[in-house]
């Protein structure tokens, strides 16, 4: 018996979904620049052609439904905070004026960009991985194998987790911060 709750329905569309999201976000950042402004049909044609062809490659396909549940996942977050900040009785608009102004705007960007670029660049490595291997395009060299093949997950979280390396984000972390308050000019 069909229920709504039965999702297998959803994997015929599943390549509906690429195609939407390359094709909203290509037409955004198109009719954001000014070129495109006043030619918006370019724009829509432009963005169906990159759309379409992202479809026909099964690696674009599968990165974008590997990294669209992260992207929810922000989104949700965000929308988590905003609520629990207006529950502290901040007004929206302060929110706005704060994420956007010359204080903490910009370092809000790139935080932002930090972060899609890590879910982006994740999700890539991640479908990379399965199509071809990691380990298999290593083969040869003088590499370290952590494991049996098909480990090759559980050896990225160990080398992401590895206390040297959580030492070098928490350094680089510190020295984005110290520069950007002492380059401040207020």
């Known amino acids: 018996m069909a229920t709504l709750l039965d999702i297998g329905l959803l994997k015929g569309l599943s390549g509906i979904f690429p195609l939407l999201l390359i094709f909203a976000v290509m037409y955004a950042v198109l009719t954001r620049l000014d070129f495109f402004k006043e030619k918006q049909v370019l724009a829509a044609i432009i963005s ?3 759309a379409f062809t992202g479809l026909f490659s099964p690696l674009v396909a599968k990165t974008i439904m ?3 549940p992260f992207f929810v996942l922000v989104f949700i977050f965000s929308v ?3 609520m629990v900040y207006g529950a502290f009785g ?3 608009s302060s929110m706005i004026s704060t994420i956007t102004g010359e204080k903490w705007g910009s370092t809000f960007g790139l935080w932002m960009l930090a ?3 890590i879910i982006s660049i994740g999700s890539f490595s991640s479908v ?3 199509e071809q291997g990691f380990l298999d395009l290593t083969e040869g060299n ?3 194998n952590v494991g049996a093949a098909g480990s090759e997950q559980a050896g990225f979280f160990s080398v992401v987790s590895h206390p040297k390396v959580l030492g070098m984000i928490l350094v680089l972390l510190t020295a ?3 520069v950007k308050y002492l380059t401040d000019s207020s």
């Open 80 to 82: 988590f905070a905003i």
């Open 176 to 178: 984005t911060f110290t």
């Open 48 to 50: 169906i052609v990159l």
């Open 66 to 68: 590997r990294a669209s």
């Open 128 to 130: 990379l991985s399965e």
């Open 115 to 117: 972060l899609i670029l």
């Open 90 to 92: 901040i007004e929206q």
């Open 142 to 144: 003088q590499s370290v």
